[in-house]
Structure formats: structure tokens, C-alpha cells
């Protein structure tokens, strides 16, 4: 005899899971299970109104693509260039939107005027990573609600070497995630990291090293909140549905959010028609998505884009095909279709355990 509460429970999840089937926006079938949906968007493409028209529908949120980045923001030692990221941020105030920061501290977009001055000394390294994240943090306080304070900083042998880790070593971590909180004590700030998701050796290995890592932070009371999961997947590169779950589960352990941040699925080796592909490309993500959202701490799923229109891929290595045909990596085709992905994510939503 089933309990009232596992009747209400079993039917929220047929619902859900009807909702999901009749093409229900994702971010509602998220919110169905205590969660956000939103994508990465560029300011180039506010202009676009079928695909604009697109993540309206089916986005609580964004994450600017490159705007938030130092190559956009810092075009010298004394200027912001602000404009391209508040046109970003008004659009979704003016629709009531989430917005998260992309990226306070990472290797790449770096403008070459910082690259010089970062190699002179550590203490003039220091004031400029101090400075950029205080005047950036503060002026968007209580609007950015999330901020990829560090991005991608684990590598091979440890801390991934460039020129913030060259300067300051790990020190470069604990200043950034100091001066986030200072400039915004109600943001979350998230550790956000890349390859930590399939079965590969090196996957794994950095898995190991970022929960060391978090630690080591974490009892020097650096204020980190939760970690982001970039997840680029690739569909050759199988996932590990275990070692991922004991992975997800140390983390929540340490009383850190989960964000899935930057969700594509590549499928560069993926060989047969685009309707095949798309299933493989589904089949993939589902995988990962069902371990995913398995785990209450889990808070929110980002697509790295929303359509196959406008994906990084197409102008990277990693996302070139033998046969020349472009990747089909995210929930939408070209034309905003919606493809088997999208409806994987559905699923995996309407499936999924409700956050608290
Ligand atoms: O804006 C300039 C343009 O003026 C110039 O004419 C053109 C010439 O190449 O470059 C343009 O800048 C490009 C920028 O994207 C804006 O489109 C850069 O060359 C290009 O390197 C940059 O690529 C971005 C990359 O991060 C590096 O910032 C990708 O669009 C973006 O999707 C990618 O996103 C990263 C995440 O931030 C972190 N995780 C991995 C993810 C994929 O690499």
C-alpha cells in the first residue's frame, strides 16, 4: 500500500515527467526539481531575435560568454571597459534573469599589457588582481549572484602554470576568493574546473586533485561556496557513472554547492547522419545528466551556448570533424530546433531528486 507522500511524490514525477515530454520549457522542468537552467550567451547576439526569442523561452539565466573575461573587460592598466557586460546584465534585469560572472582568475583571455605587468613582481601582481576584482565585484553586487571566481587552475602536475600562478603560486587562489567575498559578501563563489567528468585516467587524477585542493582552501578558510563542473563532454571519452557519484558526494560532503557550468556534448568523432549523432549525442549526456541530478547539491545546469548556431567549437581544434560537417554539441540545431538533447535534459530534470 503506498504511503500518501510516496503516492503525492510518485505522481510530482509523472507530472514532471509528462511535462518534460510535452516540450515544457527546461527551465521549468528544472524548477520542478529545485533547479536553474540557463545558458552562456554573447552580447553579439542580443540583436538575434529568434535566438534570443529561444533562451528566453527556455533560460532562467545566462553567463556571459567572453564579457566578463579580462580581454573584454581590461583593455589597459587604468581603463574598464564595462559596456559590453552591462548590456548583458540589463537585459536580463529588464526580464528578471539570473546572471552569473565568468571569470575572475584564469590563464587564458588575458590582455598582453597584463601579461607584462604580472611578470615584474608579486606584490604589483597582487594590487592589480586585488583592484580588477574589487571595482568588477562591487559594481555588479547583488546583480551577479555567482562568479566564477577561478577558473581552470588545476593542470597536470598541480596548479595549471600561466601568469597569475607564476606570479603568486596558490596565493593567486586565496586573494581572488578574499577579495570576491569583501566585494561581495552575498555572491557564491564558485571553484570552476574542467575535465573531471568521464572515466579517463586524467579525469580522474584531476578529480583527486581538485578535492585536495578544496581542502587545502577550505581549512585555510578561504570562502570558497561550490565548485563549478564545466562539463564539455565528449562522446568519446565514456563517462564513469560511479566514480563521478563518489566524486559528487565528497564535495557535497564538504558543505560546497555543485554547479554544472558550461554543458556541451562534443561529438567531433561521432560518424552517420545528423539524427544519429544527435542520439549519441543524447545518450551521452544522459549518463551524465541522471548521476548529476542525483545529487541535491547540485543547484544549477549551464549550457556552454543553446543552439548549434552559435558554439566555441566550430572555431576550436577540439571541435573539428574528419568529415567537415560542424558539431552538433548543444539541446537546439541551427535553426532552433529542438533535438534529442533538450529532451534528455527534460527528462533528466523531471527525473531527477528535488533539491530541499
Ligand atoms: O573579440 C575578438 C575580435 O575582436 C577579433 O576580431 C577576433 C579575432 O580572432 O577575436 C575575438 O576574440 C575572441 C573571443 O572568443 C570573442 O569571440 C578570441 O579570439 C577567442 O579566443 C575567444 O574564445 C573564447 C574562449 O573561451 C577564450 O576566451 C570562446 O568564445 C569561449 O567559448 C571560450 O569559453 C571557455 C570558457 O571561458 C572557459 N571554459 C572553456 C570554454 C571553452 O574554451
Redesign the pocket.
Known amino acids: 500500500m503506498l504511503s500518501r507522500r510516496a503516492f503525492l511524490s510518485g505522481a510530482l514525477v509523472i507530472g514532471r515527467i509528462g511535462g518534460a515530454l510535452a516540450g515544457e520549457p527546461l527551465r521549468t522542468a528544472a524548477a520542478g526539481c529545485g533547479r536553474m537552467f540557463g545558458c552562456?550567451i554573447?552580447s553579439?547576439h542580443l540583436g538575434e531575435r529568434d535566438f534570443i526569442g529561444l533562451v528566453l523561452r527556455e533560460c532562467g539565466g545566462i553567463v556571459p560568454?567572453?564579457e566578463g573575461?579580462w580581454?573584454?573587460l581590461r583593455p589597459g592598466p587604468d581603463n574598464f571597459n564595462f559596456a559590453p557586460l552591462d548590456r548583458l546584465v540589463s537585459f536580463t534585469r529588464e526580464r528578471g534573469m539570473a546572471i552569473r560572472g565568468?571569470?575572475l582568475l584564469?590563464q587564458?583571455?588575458l590582455p598582453n599589457w597584463l601579461k607584462r605587468a604580472l611578470s615584474e613582481t608579486p606584490g604589483q601582481a597582487e594590487s592589480i588582481l586585488l583592484r580588477h576584482i574589487d571595482t568588477v565585484v562591487r559594481r555588479y553586487d547583488g546583480v551577479i549572484d555567482s562568479w566564477d571566481v577561478v577558473?581552470?587552475v588545476l593542470g597536470p602536475d598541480g596548479l595549471q602554470p600561466g601568469p597569475w600562478v607564476d606570479a603568486l603560486g596558490i596565493e593567486a587562489i586565496a586573494i581572488a576568493f578574499g577579495a570576491a567575498r569583501t566585494a561581495s559578501p552575498s555572491a557564491r563563489l564558485i571553484l570552476?574546473e574542467?575535465a573531471i567528468e568521464s572515466g579517463l585516467r586524467a579525469h580522474a587524477e584531476r578529480r583527486h586533485a581538485l578535492l585536495a585542493l578544496l581542502n587545502r582552501l577550505k581549512s585555510r578558510g578561504v570562502p570558497v561556496d561550490g565548485v563549478g563542473i564545466?562539463a564539455?563532454l565528449r562522446c568519446s571519452e565514456p563517462i564513469d557513472q560511479a566514480a563521478l557519484r563518489g566524486f559528487l558526494s565528497e564535495v557535497a560532503g564538504m558543505g560546497l554547492d555543485i554547479l554544472v557550468t558550461?554543458l556541451d556534448v562534443n561529438d567531433a568523432e561521432v560518424f552517420g547522419d545528423p539524427k544519429r549523432r544527435d542520439q549519441v549525442v543524447a545518450d551521452h549526456a544522459q549518463r551524465f545528466l541522471d548521476v548529476i541530478l542525483d545529487e541535491t547539491a547540485v543547484k544549477s545546469i549551464h549550457c556552454?551556448?543553446l543552439s548549434d548556431r552559435h558554439s566555441?567549437l566550430h572555431?576550436?581544434p577540439a571541435g573539428w570533424r574528419a568529415d567537415g560537417a560542424r558539431t552538433r554539441p548543444l539541446p537546439f540545431d541551427a535553426d532552433l530546433a529542438v533535438k534529442p538533447l533538450a529532451s534528455a535534459l527534460a527528462q533528466a530534470f523531471a527525473g531527477a531528486r528535488v533539491r530541499p
Do not use: L, M, P, Y
Request: glycine share 8%; hydrophobic share 25%; no cysteine.
Open positions: 552562456a554573447s553579439r560568454e567572453g573575461k580581454a573584454s565568468h571569470t584564469w587564458d583571455a577558473n581552470e570552476n574542467t564545466q564539455h558550461e556552454w551556448g566555441w572555431h576550436h
